[in-house]
């Protein structure tokens, strides 16, 4: 089945450590997205990529790194620079439209803790 | 700057009702809109879209309504059942950059 493999699901990191978070699609899309999801703040794009070895900042890139060295997969790391890391991350993935609407499919997530 | 925002942060209805979602946005350059359904623990699932030349699209139990003159939507969703509780997110997107700016999210409970 294609989809979105986003790993681990549970992660705890001590403060001053990176993590790195990992986001993996066989379906064959160009473009991936990292959204963060926090309490009453609905999903904000951290990275994005629509091809391979090209990255964008979204709205939140602040603390965090990417790389896009394989269609297929897309790493976020969480910087110690980060100041508020403890979140839900969600990857996404879609195919790129020059018309339509620009479904992104989903991974479930990885909720990253940090004590 | 919040380009989309959803002012209800949870809505409760009991089964067999209609449920109502509303979601505002600024930027009337936006082409397409499109509502997410999102358990918890869970990465989001597209339900349904609506380009900005539309005014309604329906699917099954769910339509969304386009009000561009009030740069309003809604997701109506008839009847409602309790396997829909979840959190629902609004979504708006320019083609031409591909991404999508999404609403804070509404929480519907739908009790039996």
């Known amino acids: 089945d294609g989809g979105i493999t986003q790993s681990p699901k549970y992660l705890f990191r001590k403060e001053g450590q990176n993590v790195t978070l990992s986001c993996e699609q066989n379906?064959?899309?160009?473009?991936m997205y990292w959204y963060r999801q926090d309490p009453g703040q609905g999903l904000r794009l951290i990275y994005y990529?629509?091809?391979?070895?090209?990255?964008q900042k979204g709205d939140i890139a602040e603390g965090y790194s990417v790389s896009r060295e394989k269609k297929e997969s897309f790493p976020l790391t969480v910087t110690s620079a980060q100041k508020n890391p403890t979140a839900f991350y969600l990857c996404?993935?879609?195919?790129?439209?020059?018309?339509?609407?620009?479904?992104?499919?989903f991974g479930a997530g990885s909720r990253l803790t940090v004590l | 700057d919040q380009q989309v925002k959803q002012n209800s942060p949870s809505l409760s209805v009991q089964e067999g009702r209609i449920s109502i979602l509303n979601c505002d946005y600024t930027?009337?350059?936006?082409?397409?809109f499109l509502w997410y359904k999102k358990y918890p623990a869970e990465g989001p699932t597209f339900l349904i879209s609506?380009?900005?030349?539309?005014d309604k699209n329906e699917d099954g139990r769910f339509t969304v309504f386009l009000n561009k003159s009030a740069k309003h939507l809604s997701l109506h969703i008839v009847p409602s059942q309790p396997g829909d509780s979840a959190v629902y997110f609004c979504?708006?997107?320019?083609?031409?950059?591909?991404?999508?700016?999404f609403g804070q999210g509404t929480i519907l409970t739908v009790h039996p």
């Open positions: 930027n009337s350059m936006f082409d397409y």
């Open positions: 979504a708006a997107i320019f083609v031409s950059y591909g991404k999508l700016t």
């Open positions: 609506i380009s900005s030349i539309k």
């Open positions: 379906l064959n899309h160009d473009a």
């Open positions: 996404a993935s879609s195919k790129l439209r020059d018309s339509g609407a620009n479904v992104l499919t």
């Open positions: 990529s629509q091809i391979v070895n090209d990255f």
